[in-house]
């Protein structure tokens, strides 16, 4: 009895498992990922044929125990072998899918039940059209006879070796392909929106950064779409070697592009000359290491040092950006967070890509999801660094029109200001106002306490002024100790009332310069627009021929002139 027992779970097992432990694989269900299905060997000449592989004993293929099988850059090929069961009596067609996109040369191999040998080839090196459907990701559909078949892959790649395979029917692997397209679809759009914005920006500002941005995207774009097989299903079909040179050249291009963009958007020219320096020799290092691998050692290591590349120059931004925002770039802050992500994504896919760490989807695809993030904190870092010119244009331009002594507008301001405000007082016939000032006797002030007691009396006065006039009035230092105030919508009484008060708090502010009190008094001109002037130069003229009568009949006092007077 315990006999009997034995062999049925034998047969079972055997049925299950088949040669070599290899577990059989049931055509009913579509299969994800099968690495853990498959029995692996590495043929080292790359140059064994079918019959070789069949003739080697079950010791020689070595179970891969993962779901994706992946090696450092190898000129190896690898042989895998699985076993499918059509449980039905109808043959059974499926679907299987390669990924990544960028295999070179896959060979797949049916050997039937009865013993009917069924071969496809497909992969970077052939034309497009050699694939069963219309798809990016390398792929052959085959029909399954009825009872277990065995199925011989060889892969060689010169890229990053990693194959992962899935078998599925094929209604089941379109309709997932919906959902694929719909995210392929939004990342893309996005990525060409922002294109076109920043395209629009640099038109727009002239800003060079904005143009190294464009063309970041631009590199970006390319080396997603090279790697992930879209140029060859759209642009490049009947052209595998431009498939394939475009993969390793957009990586360099790529690379190149970052470090122009960084350059520019971090200043280097003006913060850091030492890093303009480096960052120059960096990128004319990385053009003359992919010029020469390619002209010299071929793609495999064209396609090995652009990775390098990559990752090094991942390293690289990440530290000018933390060296830029230490050393007080404010510009840097997005920048070092997006270099950070695109750093963490390239780090991660180029260790799973070399085998270092355990293959995922998420591991995989790190630097996708690195350079997105990268790409909109990169955005960001634009707008912020927007933001902060325009702020420091608003100041500059504020500092031009401010008296650097007492804070009031100056001379320059004067101009603006006093053409903006006639203007608007022609066109809607409203009431303006004009005092004008200045400090008596402020010569002999220099001269008794020092330039330093003048310069202090200039800044209280300009103090007394700003506490005293309303936020739409406009207070201007116009030289000296000139002072000119403009009041809209003020007559010439309520004018009066200001420049009087404005006239007693001066005389009541007492100063105090080596141990000596002393007090000043300031004399005042006002005049009114008259409805008839078509410029403010006359209303100048005569409040500043007011000032001269106060001047001249004993100062500290305040005098309006006639608006219809003539000067």
Same mark, same amino acid.
């Given at each position: 009895?315990?006999?009997?027992?034995?062999?049925?779970?034998?047969?079972?097992?055997?049925?299950?498992?088949? +040669?070599?432990? /290899?577990?059989?694989?049931?055509?009913?269900?579509?299969?994800?990922? $099968?690495?853990?299905?498959?029995?692996?060997?590495?043929? @080292?000449?790359?140059?064994?044929?079918?019959?070789?592989?069949?003739?080697?004993?079950?010791? &020689?293929?070595?179970?891969?125990?993962?779901?994706?099988?992946?090696?450092?850059? @190898?000129?190896?090929?690898?042989?895998?072998?699985?076993?499918?069961?059509?449980?039905?009596?109808?043959?059974?067609?499926?679907?299987?899918?390669?990924?990544?996109?960028?295999?070179?040369? #896959?060979?797949? @191999?049916?050997?039937?039940?009865?013993?009917?040998?069924?071969?496809?080839?497909?992969?970077?090196?052939?034309?497009?059209?050699?694939?069963?459907?219309?798809?990016?990701?390398?792929?052959?559909?085959?029909?399954?006879?009825?009872?277990?078949?065995? #199925?011989?892959?060889?892969?060689? @790649? !010169?890229?990053?070796?990693?194959?992962?395979?899935?078998?599925?029917?094929?209604?089941?692997?379109?309709?997932?392909?919906?959902?694929?397209?719909?995210?392929?679809?939004?990342?893309?759009?996005?990525?060409?929106?922002?294109?076109?914005?920043?395209?629009?920006?640099?038109?727009?500002?002239?800003?060079?950064?904005?143009?190294?941005?464009?063309?970041?995207?631009?590199?970006?774009?390319?080396?997603?779409?090279?790697?992930?097989?879209?140029?060859?299903?759209?642009?490049?079909?009947?052209?595998?070697?431009?498939?394939?040179?475009? =993969?390793?050249?957009?990586?360099?291009?790529?690379?190149?592009?970052?470090?122009?963009?960084?350059?520019?958007?971090?200043?280097?020219?003006?913060?850091?000359?030492?890093?303009?320096?480096?960052?120059?020799?960096?990128?004319?290092?990385?053009?003359?290491?992919?010029?020469?691998?390619?002209?010299?050692?071929?793609? *495999?290591?064209?396609?090995?040092? %652009?990775? $390098?590349?990559?990752?090094?120059?991942?390293?690289?931004?990440?530290?000018?950006?933390?060296?830029?925002?230490?050393?007080?770039?404010?510009?840097?802050?997005?920048?070092?967070?997006?270099?950070?992500?695109?750093?963490?994504? %390239?780090?991660?896919?180029?260790?799973?890509?070399?085998?270092?760490?355990?293959?995922?989807?998420?591991?995989?695809?790190?630097?996708?999801?690195?350079?997105?993030?990268?790409?909109?904190?990169?955005?960001?870092?634009?707008?912020?660094?927007?933001?902060?010119? =325009?702020?420091?244009? /608003?100041?500059?331009?504020?500092?031009?029109?401010?008296?650097?002594?007492?804070?009031?507008?100056?001379?320059?301001?004067?101009?603006?200001?006093? *053409?903006?405000?006639?203007?608007?007082?022609?066109?809607?016939?409203?009431?303006?106002?004009?005092?004008?000032? &200045?400090? +008596?006797?402020?010569?002999?002030?220099?001269?008794?306490?020092?330039? &330093?007691?003048?310069?202090?009396?200039?800044?209280?006065?300009?103090?007394?002024?700003?506490?005293?006039?309303?936020?739409?009035?406009?207070?201007?230092?116009?030289?000296?100790?000139?002072?000119?105030?403009? /009041?809209?919508?003020?007559?010439?009484?309520?004018?009066?009332?200001?420049?009087?008060?404005?006239?007693?708090?001066?005389?009541?502010?007492?100063?105090?310069?080596?141990?000596?009190?002393?007090?000043?008094?300031?004399?005042?001109?006002?005049? =009114?627009?008259? *409805?008839?002037?078509?410029?403010?130069?006359?209303?100048?003229?005569?409040?500043?021929?007011?000032?001269?009568?106060?001047?001249?009949?004993? !100062?500290?006092?305040?005098?309006?002139?006639? !608006?219809?007077?003539?000067?």
């Amino acid at each position: 009895m315990q006999k009997i027992i034995f062999l049925v779970l034998f047969a079972s097992l055997a049925l299950l498992y088949g +040669d070599g432990q /290899l577990k059989v694989l049931d055509l009913s269900d579509s299969h994800y990922e $099968i690495g853990e299905s498959l029995l692996e060997y590495e043929d @080292t000449t790359a140059k064994m044929t079918l019959s070789e592989i069949r003739h080697l004993s079950s010791e &020689d293929f070595i179970p891969l125990n993962k779901p994706v099988a992946s090696h450092p850059f @190898t000129n190896s090929a690898f042989w895998y072998q699985f076993k499918v069961n059509n449980k039905e009596n109808v043959p059974l067609s499926r679907v299987i899918i390669f990924e990544p996109a960028w295999l070179d040369s #896959v060979n797949f @191999t049916v050997i039937s039940s009865e013993g009917e040998i069924k071969t496809y080839q497909g992969g970077n090196t052939y034309p497009y059209a050699k694939r069963a459907l219309d798809h990016y990701l390398i792929n052959f559909e085959h029909t399954f006879e009825p009872g277990i078949s065995t #199925v011989y892959l060889q892969v060689k @790649t !010169r890229d990053p070796f990693i194959v992962a395979l899935s078998l599925m029917d094929k209604a089941a692997f379109l309709a997932e392909e919906i959902d694929a397209s719909m995210y392929i679809g939004l990342v893309y759009g996005g990525i060409v929106a922002m294109l076109f914005y920043n395209l629009f920006l640099y038109f727009g500002t002239k800003a060079r950064y904005y143009a190294y941005y464009v063309l970041f995207l631009g590199a970006f774009f390319a080396m997603n779409a090279f790697y992930n097989g879209y140029t060859f299903m759209y642009l490049f079909p009947n052209s595998p070697a431009v498939q394939n040179w475009g =993969q390793s050249t957009s990586i360099y291009f790529y690379t190149v592009t970052a470090l122009f963009f960084a350059r520019s958007f971090l200043n280097f020219v003006k913060y850091h000359h030492t890093l303009y320096i480096t960052t120059r020799y960096l990128i004319v290092g990385i053009v003359v290491v992919a010029v020469l691998t390619a002209v010299t050692s071929g793609y *495999h290591y064209h396609v090995m040092l %652009a990775i $390098i590349s990559l990752l090094l120059v991942s390293i690289y931004l990440f530290g000018i950006a933390l060296y830029s925002l230490v050393t007080g770039n404010r510009s840097a802050r997005f920048f070092l967070l997006g270099t950070a992500s695109g750093l963490i994504g %390239a780090s991660i896919t180029a260790l799973t890509i070399m085998s270092y760490i355990p293959y995922t989807y998420l591991t995989y695809k790190a630097i996708d999801f690195g350079l997105y993030i990268d790409v909109v904190l990169l955005s960001m870092a634009l707008a912020d660094r927007m933001k902060m010119t =325009q702020e420091k244009k /608003l100041i500059a331009e504020k500092e031009a029109k401010t008296d650097i002594l007492t804070g009031l507008y100056n001379r320059r301001a004067y101009y603006e200001i006093s *053409h903006k405000e006639f203007q608007r007082l022609i066109r809607h016939n409203r009431c303006l106002s004009i005092i004008m000032f &200045d400090i +008596d006797h402020f010569k002999e002030i220099n001269d008794t306490y020092g330039h &330093d007691a003048g310069d202090n009396v200039l800044k209280c006065v300009a103090s007394i002024v700003k506490g005293v006039i309303r936020e739409y009035d406009y207070a201007f230092r116009m030289g000296g100790d000139e002072f000119l105030v403009l /009041l809209p919508e003020t007559n010439e009484k309520q004018a009066l009332f200001l420049a009087e008060r404005i006239r007693k708090r001066v005389a009541n502010k007492r100063f105090i310069e080596k141990d000596e009190k002393f007090f000043i008094t300031a004399s005042f001109g006002i005049s =009114q627009y008259n *409805h008839i002037e078509r410029s403010i130069v006359s209303i100048v003229k005569r409040a500043d021929k007011a000032l001269y009568y106060v001047k001249e009949s004993g !100062r500290n006092n305040v005098k309006v002139l006639d !608006r219809f007077m003539r000067v």
